[in-house]
C-alpha cells in the first residue's frame, strides 16, 4: 500500500475547494463565506487578496502556498499531500482559489489524492476573473450585435516551452476571445491571431488587477496590444479580451468613477468592529483590508464589575458613562450573567459618540446624552454640568482609560465616580499582512479610530518606517498619537466614521493630485 492508500475512518474531515472570486472580497460566493466561517485550515495562494482574511475565523490555521517573487513556495504535489494530511488530522480544509476553482485553477488535480483516500470532499465554484474583469471594466462578453459566444483561453505555455494554441480555429469562431495567463506570451497570442486573418482594428483591452480599487483598463487594437501592453506598463494579473465587444469599454466603463476608486484601505480596528466602516467604504469602491492589530480581551472573573451590577440592582448610580463601543459590549456581556437590561432602568446612560449609541440601541436602549464632540474631555465636561451631589457614575470600561473624563467629572462636589476595567486591549500582528510592503503602496491608507490602535499598530510591526505611514485618524488624540511615530497624519473633520471615509477620499485626492 502506498503512502497515499491511508486507510479512511470516521474521524476524517473534509476539504472544500472554494473559489475566492476574482479579487474584490464580497465577490466570494455566499456558500463560500459560509464554509470559511467554519474552516479549521486553510489553505490559499497568491489571488486571494488580504481583504479575504476578515471572513476567517480567528482560530484558523493559515497555510500560504502560492507564488512569492516568482518562486514557488510550494509544488502541486506537496499542495495534494497537504489538503490529504490536514483532512486525515480531522479538519475542516478550505483550499481557496482565486476565482473559480475549476478554471485553470488546478482545481481537478488537488482532487485525485482526495479520491483516491475516500476523504469527502465539495467543490464551491466562484465568479471567474475571465467574465468578472471585464464586466467590471465594462465589457459584456457576449453581445448579440457582435458575437454568438465567448472563448476563454489559456496564454500559459507548457513545460517544453510552446503555446499551444489553435488560433485559426479560434479566429473562425467568431466568439470573443478572453485570454489568461497571456501577459507573458501577448506577442505570441496577436501575431496568431493576425496570422490567422484577424481584422488588424480587432477592438482589445488588457483588464489588470480586475474587480479591485487598482483596477486598470487599457483599450487598443489587436495590431496594437504587445505595444499598449509595454507603453503602459501592464502586469499580471489581467486577462486580454479581444472582440468587438473590447470596444465597450470606454461606454460602459463603471468602476472608475466610484468615489474611493484606487485607494486602499487598512482597516485597524478590532476585529468584531471593523465590519461597518469596511462595508461602507468598499461600497465607495475602495479596497479594504482588516488587520485588527488590536483586540480585546474582557477582564476574567470581574468582581468589582459584578458587584456594581449588584448595586445597579438596588438603584445606587444615577449615570452609566459607556466610552466606546467594545466597554458598551463587554458591559453588557458581563450584566447579562447574573441580571438584565432592566437594571438600568432607573439610572441614565451616557455615550460617547455614535458608535457606542447604536450598541446600546441593538439593546433597545436610548442614550440619554451624547457629547457635543466625541471625545472624553467634552464628554466629562458635559455631563459633569448635569451631576449633581451625591451622584454616582459608575464607568465600566477599558484598563487604560482617558483620563481627562475622570478629571472633568470630579470637578462638582460629591460626586462619586466607580471606573470600572471591564477590557484589557492586547495588540496582535496578523501575520499574514505585510505592513511594510503594503504601506509603501502610494495609494494604501491606515485608518486609525483610536489612540490604541495606533499604539497597536505600531507595536504589532515596530521595524517598519512608520514614517512610510499614510494614516487617517479619527481625531485629535488619535492623530497626536500617529505623529509622535511620524506618520503623515490626516484628522477627520468629525469623530464619526463617514466623516473619516471623507477624509480618506480627500488625503487620496491630495496625493493624486500631487502626482500628476
Ligand atoms: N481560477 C482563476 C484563474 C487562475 S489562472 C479564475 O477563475 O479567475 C490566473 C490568471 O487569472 C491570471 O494570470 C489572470 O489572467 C487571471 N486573473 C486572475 N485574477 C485576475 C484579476 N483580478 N484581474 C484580471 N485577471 C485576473
Not at 201 to 213: H, L, Q, R, W
Request: with cysteine; glycine share 10%; net charge negative.
Amino acid at each position: 500500500m502506498s503512502d497515499n492508500n491511508i486507510c479512511v475512518n470516521k474521524e476524517n474531515g473534509k476539504v472544500w475547494l472554494v473559489g475566492a472570486g476574482p479579487g474584490e472580497v464580497s465577490l466570494i460566493t455566499l456558500k463560500g463565506k459560509e464554509v470559511l466561517a467554519e474552516a479549521d485550515v486553510v489553505i490559499y495562494d497568491a489571488l486571494v487578496r488580504g481583504g479575504m482574511m476578515s471572513l476567517l475565523p480567528e482560530k484558523a490555521e493559515l497555510i500560504y502556498v502560492g507564488k512569492r517573487a516568482g518562486n514557488h513556495t510550494m509544488r502541486q504535489e506537496e499542495i495534494n499531500s497537504l489538503l490529504l494530511e490536514k483532512a486525515l488530522e480531522g479538519k475542516r480544509v478550505v483550499r481557496l482559489k482565486g476565482g473559480d476553482p475549476f478554471l485553470f485553477g488546478r482545481g481537478g488535480e488537488e482532487l485525485e489524492l482526495l479520491v483516491q483516500n475516500g476523504i469527502d470532499f465539495e467543490i464551491v465554484p466562484g465568479v471567474t476573473s475571465a467574465f468578472a474583469a471585464p464586466a467590471y471594466a465594462g465589457i459584456p462578453v457576449t453581445h448579440r450585435d457582435f458575437c454568438r459566444g465567448v472563448s476563454v483561453i489559456t496564454g500559459h505555455r507548457r513545460s517544453n516551452g510552446v503555446l499551444d494554441v489553435n488560433f485559426k480555429a479560434l479566429a473562425e469562431t467568431g466568439n470573443t476571445l478572453v485570454f489568461l495567463m497571456g501577459m507573458s506570451t501577448i506577442d505570441i497570442i496577436m501575431s496568431g491571431l493576425l496570422d490567422a486573418g484577424m481584422a488588424e482594428d480587432t477592438p482589445a483591452a488588457i483588464v489588470e488587477k480586475g474587480t479591485t480599487s487598482s483596477q486598470r483598463v487599457l483599450t487598443t487594437d489587436l495590431t496594437h496590444l504587445k505595444e499598449t501592453a509595454e507603453i503602459r506598463h501592464a502586469e499580471a494579473p489581467a486577462v486580454i479580451v479581444i472582440g468587438a465587444v473590447a470596444g465597450l469599454a470606454e461606454r460602459f466603463g463603471w468602476r472608475g468613477s466610484l468615489p474611493l476608486n484606487g485607494v486602499r484601505a487598512v482597516v485597524t480596528r478590532p476585529r468584531e468592529l471593523s465590519s461597518g466602516l469596511a462595508l461602507m467604504l468598499r461600497k465607495r469602491g475602495a479596497e479594504v483590508i482588516e488587520v485588527p492589530v488590536i483586540g480585546i480581551e474582557p477582564v476574567r472573573d470581574n468582581d468589582r464589575l459584578q458587584d456594581a451590577i449588584g448595586k445597579l440592582k438596588e438603584g445606587y448610580y444615577q449615570w452609566v458613562v459607556l466610552t466606546s463601543p467594545s466597554g458598551a459590549r463587554v458591559f453588557f456581556d458581563e450584566l447579562m450573567k447574573t441580571a438584565d437590561a432592566r437594571v438600568l432602568a432607573g439610572c441614565r446612560i451616557a455615550a460617547i459618540g455614535k458608535g457606542t449609541e447604536s450598541e446600546l440601541a441593538k439593546r433597545g436602549i436610548h442614550a440619554d446624552m451624547l457629547p457635543s464632540r466625541f471625545d472624553g474631555r467634552t464628554l466629562g465636561a458635559e455631563l459633569s454640568k448635569l451631576l449633581r451631589a451625591g451622584d454616582k457614575v459608575l464607568i465600566p470600561r477599558a484598563a487604560i482609560g482617558n483620563k481627562a473624563l475622570n478629571e472633568e467629572l470630579s470637578k462638582p462636589e460629591g460626586v462619586v465616580i466607580d471606573d470600572i476595567a471591564t477590557y484589557d486591549t492586547v495588540y496582535r500582528a496578523p501575520v499574514w499582512f505585510d505592513a511594510a510592503k503594503e504601506l509603501a503602496d502610494p495609494h494604501t491608507f491606515a485608518l486609525f479610530t483610536s489612540a490604541s490602535g495606533v499604539r497597536g499598530f505600531v507595536s504589532a510591526y515596530p521595524a517598519m518606517d512608520h514614517s512610510a505611514v499614510k494614516a487617517v485618524c479619527i481625531g485629535a488624540m488619535t492623530a497626536a498619537e500617529a505623529e509622535k511615530h511620524s506618520m503623515k497624519v490626516w484628522i477627520s473633520e468629525e469623530a464619526t466614521l463617514i466623516s473619516l471615509a471623507e477624509r480618506l477620499m480627500q488625503a487620496s485626492e491630495e496625493l493624486t493630485g500631487k502626482e500628476s
